[in-house]
């Protein structure tokens, strides 16, 4: 399995690319022309971490050149998929809603999707930053979106945060992150290592 990622140019977010054989996945969606060139065969689909728009907004752009792809979130990303107020891009220049609402797939908290020949990622609810947030947890990585980004404080301003379930879920993907390797929402600043600690 080989992970790879682009920062993207919205307050420099991650999209991370997992390929394995002739299977690509994504964590989240950004900068679509950065992403395509990094695809190897099939689109297997896209595993958000939250629906705030720095983290989706490539996403009906990437449905035109994959039709159908399935977009993996739990109930509260499916709503901020289809409200440019939930997903805060209405107060950005570039409101956002998905084209798409049939490609959105729902999974409940610790449910498994399988990726790759006896590879699933778990899909871990850690909300706090928004309501929407999940980490999934795959092999000896763990990708944590804005529910934590090591070294940084997690942003809990937002409408719908809840500053108590962002430190809950800050305990959750330590816990979780032990053994594994993290891979935060957005670029460190420093170039402190993804590994925790």
């Not at 992403?35 to 958000?48: D, E, S």
């Not at 950005?92 to 999974?107: A, K, M, N, Q, S």
């Not at 529910?147 to 379930?165: C, E, N, Q, W, Y």
Request: aromatic residues 10%.
């Amino acid at each position: 399995m080989n992970i790879q990622y682009v920062v993207n140019t919205v307050f420099r977010s991650c999209t991370y690319i997992i390929t394995q054989d002739d299977v690509t996945w994504l964590v989240d969606c950004g900068d679509v022309d950065k992403i395509i060139p990094l695809i190897v065969g099939r689109l297997g689909g896209v595993m958000l971490t939250h629906s705030h728009f720095d983290h989706i907004y490539g996403l009906n752009q990437l449905e035109e050149r994959f039709p159908g792809t399935p977009i993996y979130t739990n109930e509260d990303g499916k709503q901020g998929l289809l409200s440019d107020k939930l997903n805060l891009s209405r107060y950005h220049e570039d409101p956002f809603v998905l084209d798409c609402p049939d490609c959105i797939r729902t999974l409940d908290d610790r449910q498994c999707l399988s990726l790759f020949e006896g590879i699933s990622a778990q899909a871990v609810y850690t909300p706090g930053h928004s309501p929407c947030c999940v980490s999934w947890v795959l092999d000896d990585a763990v990708f944590t979106g804005d529910s934590f980004i090591p070294g940084v404080k997690t942003v809990t301003l937002f409408p719908h945060a809840d500053k108590r379930l962002a430190m809950q879920s800050e305990l959750l993907v330590r816990q979780l992150a032990r053994s594994r390797t993290i891979y935060p929402g957005h670029e460190p600043e420093s170039n402190q290592s993804f590994q925790m600690i």
